[in-house]
């Protein structure tokens, strides 16, 4: 199987390249990604803990889905095609806002990413993929706050970057 490539970018975003995903992870090179958030009628966000397998925060919790676009992919075609890849449906998703994170793993790995937040809305339960999640569940969003208060090493590094900076842009 081909390597995944990653899209590098500057800091406007602008393409520059494109590199294996795993070396611009241990470069620590910036490139473009997307983060998913679905929320529901009951104002939940659809979390999903990491698979145990991933090669960087294995068992974390985060976002409904996040991944990098590819070649010639929109965030929202990118984002449409990880939701549908990772949580088993589609739905409209919205982009908010976007961000550049650089945050370094014991593994040696860096994500150095140009970040596009994408928001949708779903009322159903997700069909998982047990390669990609290992569990998911639905949870209020002001319990969320809370909870990474209380437990920050439960979730991403990026979710916590994410909800603490831009709240505003996913919950509007």
Request: with cysteine.
């Amino acid at each position: 199987m081909e390597e995944e490539m990653v899209i590098l970018v500057n800091e406007r975003d602008e393409q520059i390249g494109l590199m294996p995903k795993m070396e611009a992870h241990e470069k620590a090179l910036l490139h473009r990604a997307f983060s998913v958030f679905i929320l529901n009628e009951k104002e939940e966000m659809l979390l999903q803990q990491r698979s145990l397998d991933k090669y960087h925060s294995p068992g974390l919790w985060t976002n409904t889905c996040c991944s990098h676009q590819r070649e010639g992919e929109t965030s929202i075609e990118a984002g449409t095609r990880r939701l549908r890849e990772e949580m088993g449906f589609t739905t409209e998703l919205t982009e908010t806002t976007s961000f550049i994170y650089k945050a370094v793993f014991d593994n040696g790995l860096t994500e150095h990413e140009f970040d596009h937040v994408l928001v949708g809305s779903y009322n159903e339960e997700p069909v998982i993929n047990p390669e990609e999640v290992n569990d998911w569940k639905w949870m209020p969003i002001q319990e969320i706050r809370e909870d990474i208060r209380i437990n920050p090493g439960i979730y991403t590094a990026w979710f916590k970057i994410i909800f603490e900076k831009f709240y505003e842009h996913i919950v509007s």
